[in-house]
């Protein structure tokens, strides 16, 4: 994956719980799947992978200082 910004602007991740590990994406929908996802992961890399949410385009962030 070139860049962060390519996953955040793709349709196809947007909503859903992303896990990235040795460039390869994941994208599942529930916090559940990407927990048990996250255990395959490991088990089968033996690598730590990054997981992240990718909002829809239409959501509403807030952030707090």
């Known amino acids: ?4 910004k390519s996953l955040f ?3 196809k991740y947007q909503g859903k719980h992303v896990l990235v590990v040795n460039q390869n994406v994941y994208a ?3 916090a559940n799947e990407a927990s ?5 992961l490991v088990k089968e890399t033996g690598m ?6 990718v909002p ?3 959501s509403l962030i ?3 200082k």
């Open 48 to 53: 730590i992978p990054t997981v992240t949410f």
């Open 62 to 64: 807030l952030v707090c």
């Open 9 to 11: 602007n793709n349709p």
């Open 36 to 40: 048990r996802l996250f255990d395959k």
């Open 56 to 58: 829809k385009a239409q």
């Open 1 to 4: 994956m070139k860049g962060t």
């Open 28 to 30: 599942v929908k529930t």
